[in-house]
């Protein structure tokens, strides 16, 4: 069975203070690793995907990464426009369901 | 504007009367999905549908029923709703594509308490 681990659970910033999410997975024969947004009360917004271990995206002030454990979510410099909680999700091989972590709530104080 | 439209938002109802949660996207997506989601449990998948007449059981769907008729709409149906299913629901979509991996939209979620 796919599984999903995200850490910290919570993490308080300061504007301008970079740091790091982290998501770990096990998966039968990885399709894709999804990063979304989810602001309160609102449905995830979608990042990015990455497909293959070494692989990196970027968006603004956000960078993901991959390897064949875990994906990282740099954000660096973050304004306190980037408060959200952040989830991470795979797609297995059967490609029928997105498996999705507990999600980090991210707060940049100014 | 590309969307996925959950209709209601905000759901209270007493146990036992039947219920329906309607979705709708515009973007000609074939696969579409039902998660729901709780704190410390994340978002986990109810039923997914491949495309039109093709329905499947995801990791909780007990307690709910899906039809998919037409390929905008994948309604979900609680006929005998319990407290247990008071939770946030959201519908999603993407392009069913030979890979499986578009990303999947949502929708802004409906909030349902049962009494």
């Known amino acids: 069975e796919d599984q999903v681990t995200q850490s910290p659970e919570a993490l308080r910033l300061q504007e301008g203070e970079s740091s790091s999410l982290n998501c770990s997975y096990t998966v039968s024969g990885l399709r894709g690793l999804f990063w979304y947004r989810q602001d309160p009360g609102k449905g995830p917004e979608f990042l990015f995907t990455?497909?293959?271990a070494g692989e990196e995206k970027e968006k603004e002030r956000l960078k993901a990464t991959l390897t064949k454990k875990e994906s990282f979510l740099h954000i660096t410099a973050p304004k306190p426009e980037d408060s959200a909680t952040y989830l991470c999700?795979?797609?297995?091989?059967?490609?029928?369901?997105?498996?999705f972590g507990g999600g980090t709530r991210v707060l940049v104080k100014p | 504007e590309a969307q996925v439209t959950q209709n209601p938002r905000y759901l209270i109802t007493v146990t036992g009367k039947k219920l329906t949660v309607t979705c709708s996207q515009n973007m000609n997506h074939e696969y579409m999905s039902w998660y729901r989601q709780d704190p410390g449990l994340g978002l986990r998948q109810i039923y997914y549908?491949?495309?039109?007449?093709?329905?499947d059981k995801g990791d909780v769907p007990e307690g709910y029923k899906v039809s998919r008729k037409e390929k905008r709409n994948f309604p979900l149906i609680l006929e005998s709703p319990s407290p247990n299913q008071t939770s946030l629901y959201f519908c999603?979509?993407?392009?069913?594509?030979?890979?499986?991996?578009?990303?999947?939209?949502f929708g802004n979620g409906t909030r349902l308490t049962v009494t």
């Open positions: 990455l497909y293959s």
């Open positions: 549908s491949m495309n039109v007449e093709v329905t």
């Open positions: 999603a979509s993407r392009q069913q594509g030979p890979s499986y991996n578009s990303p999947l939209h």
């Open positions: 999700a795979v797609l297995g091989a059967a490609g029928n369901k997105l498996t």
